[in-house]
């Protein structure tokens, strides 16, 4: 038997391997690579371009108009910016320049929370912060609120703003996403393609409540140093993270592109809770979902302490208003059942909305559109009216048309046709007169 064929097979079929070998790690580390991130070479141990390059403007000075750095809560409203959105010199949203002092006869109602608070992607005079004072000019209701943050940040920011502000009522903020952020201490590691890819404190489960994480990264030196040299700084970033338990440097073959691509998918993989918010959705308990509970445990308490009235506002995702419609639970049913439990008080936007005749995109796309802030000002107003905390008081003349007028101007519909515009505004008195 000559055995040059079978050595010519032999050689074949490795080299065949060899090959398919190469290419399946080769497009594993192009999937990687596209789909940004941390870790497109390998674990922890890199930053992505998209993020070395957002980190360095940062560190440089050339920050995003409305975010700053802060020590404490890892960024926060730029004070003082005047881009998209306007800032005052105390680091609150607002149209108007805002003071500690509480202007004589009013209430001053301070929100604290995300990006829904914040109003991201509505003209500053539709948020309902702004709409609230519209309807209720005896109201001051100060917005608190920044993109990306939790309600852990947003606790803290709310701790460290009452000595100065004093408000009579205060309102946390949570969307229904915010279970993911309570469990995060740097952004990228929960959403590899965040355009703020900074560090945050977050709190641990402890026996006797919760214990906080101070932020990782409380100085600017320290992102140059992570840009520097960003393996030791991830490393370290990694030890109090939720998601980045994954994202373990990794050593020998599990370096290799198809095997990170793998425990990649493995972890959105719909079995595993791998979220809080999948875990929540699921009915199963989550440590996102209890620091969440401890956390609004905490607000409640220094809240009443602080001599402010503290309630829960709660916002329904796009998702959630489709569910609600479906008859089906939400996933933050176990925060409900938490705060009915505790008696707490809390606004739940999710009927307000969800009982309205427009689609879910056309209340939140993502955020809330102009028209849901205007809804959810409404509600949050006759819920703070039935609870005595604000003293009935007729609105306005006008400001029925005054409103509608604005949202069909908004942003939402500028690039419409007038016959349409015209007929926006129509639709949205009529909606407004339905709940005012």
């Given at each position: 038997?000559?055995p040059?064929?079978?050595?010519r097979?032999?050689?074949?079929v490795?080299?065949?391997?060899?090959?398919l070998w190469?290419?399946?790690?080769?497009?594993?580390?192009?999937?990687l690579?596209?789909a940004?991130?941390?870790s497109?070479?390998g674990?922890v141990?890199?930053?992505?371009?998209?993020h070395?390059?957002i980190?360095?403007?940062?560190?440089?000075?050339?920050?995003p108009?409305?975010?700053?750095h802060?020590?404490t809560l890892?960024w926060t409203a730029?004070?003082?910016a005047?881009?998209?959105?306007?800032?005052?010199?105390?680091?609150?949203r607002?149209?108007?320049?805002?003071?500690p002092?509480?202007p004589?006869g009013r209430?001053r109602?301070?929100?604290f929370g995300?990006?829904?608070?914040f109003?991201?992607?509505v003209n500053?005079?539709?948020t309902?912060?702004e709409v609230?004072?519209?309807?209720?000019?005896?109201?001051?209701v100060l917005?608190?609120g920044?993109p990306?943050y939790?309600?852990?940040q947003?606790?803290l920011?709310f701790?460290?703003e009452r000595?100065?502000?004093r408000?009579?009522?205060v309102?946390?903020?949570?969307m229904?996403e915010n279970?993911n952020?309570v469990?995060?201490t740097f952004?990228?590691?929960?959403?590899?393609?965040?355009?703020?890819?900074?560090?945050k404190?977050?709190?641990?489960?402890?026996?006797?409540?919760?214990?906080l994480?101070?932020n990782?990264?409380p100085d600017?030196?320290?992102?140059r140093r992570?840009?520097?040299?960003?393996?030791?700084v991830?490393?370290?970033?990694?030890?109090?993270?939720?998601?980045?338990r994954?994202?373990a440097?990794p050593?020998?073959?599990?370096?290799l592109?198809?095997?990170?691509?793998v425990r990649?998918?493995?972890r959105?993989?719909?079995?595993?809770?791998t979220?809080?918010?999948?875990?929540?959705?699921?009915?199963?308990?989550h440590?996102g979902?209890e620091i969440?509970?401890?956390?609004?445990d905490?607000?409640?308490l220094?809240?009443e302490?602080?001599g402010?009235?503290?309630?829960?506002?709660?916002?329904?995702?796009?998702?959630?208003?489709g569910?609600?419609r479906?008859?089906?639970?939400?996933?933050?049913?176990?925060?409900?059942?938490?705060l009915?439990?505790?008696?707490?008080?809390?606004?739940?936007?999710l009927?307000?909305l969800?009982?309205?005749?427009e689609s879910?995109?056309?209340l939140?796309d993502?955020?809330?559109?102009?028209r849901?802030?205007?809804?959810?000002?409404?509600?949050?107003?006759?819920h703070?009216?039935?609870?005595?905390?604000?003293?009935?008081?007729?609105?306005?003349?006008?400001v029925r048309?005054?409103?509608a007028r604005?949202?069909?101007a908004?942003?939402?519909?500028s690039?419409?046709?007038?016959?349409?515009?015209?007929?926006v505004?129509?639709?949205?008195?009529?909606?407004?007169?339905?709940?005012?």
């Open positions: 038997m000559n040059a064929p079978t050595a097979r032999r050689l074949f490795l080299l065949t391997v060899a090959g190469v290419f399946a790690e080769a497009a594993s580390w192009l999937v690579t596209l940004d991130g941390v497109a070479d674990g141990s890199t930053l992505s371009e998209a070395r390059a980190l360095t403007r940062f560190v440089e000075g050339d920050r108009s409305h975010v700053a802060s020590p890892g730029s004070p003082g005047q881009g998209e959105y306007r800032i005052c010199r105390y680091g609150l607002s149209e108007a320049d805002r003071r002092e509480l004589a209430v109602i301070a929100t995300d990006s829904f608070t109003g991201a992607e500053g005079l539709l309902f912060q609230l004072m519209r309807l209720r000019p005896d109201l001051e917005n608190f920044v990306g939790g309600p852990d947003a606790y920011r701790l460290a000595p100065l502000w408000p009579d009522v309102v946390l903020g949570f229904t279970f952020r469990v995060n952004r990228p590691f929960y959403l590899p393609q965040t355009g703020l890819p900074f560090a404190p977050r709190f641990l489960l402890a026996a006797d409540g919760l214990e994480v101070p990782p990264l600017l030196r320290d992102y992570l840009l520097e040299r960003p393996g030791p991830l490393e370290r970033l990694a030890e109090h993270d939720f998601y980045a994954g994202w440097r050593r020998l073959w599990g370096r592109p198809t095997v990170r691509l990649r998918a493995l959105l993989w719909p079995g595993e809770s979220s809080a918010l999948a875990a929540a959705a699921a009915g199963a308990d440590e979902v969440t509970r401890r956390l609004f905490r607000f409640h220094e809240a302490a602080a402010s009235t503290p309630v829960i506002l709660l916002f329904p995702r796009q998702q959630d208003i569910l609600y479906r008859g089906q639970p939400v996933p933050y049913s176990p925060l409900i059942d938490h009915e439990v505790r008696t707490y008080s809390y606004v739940d936007l009927g307000a969800g009982d309205r005749p879910p995109r056309e939140a993502p955020h809330f559109t102009p849901a802030h205007a809804y959810a000002a409404v509600e949050i107003l006759r703070l009216q039935r609870e005595g905390w604000v003293p009935a008081g007729e609105v306005p003349p006008g048309a005054e409103l604005a949202l069909a908004s942003d939402s519909y690039r419409l046709d007038p016959a349409t515009r015209r007929w505004q129509a639709q949205a008195e009529r909606g407004l007169d339905a709940v005012l």
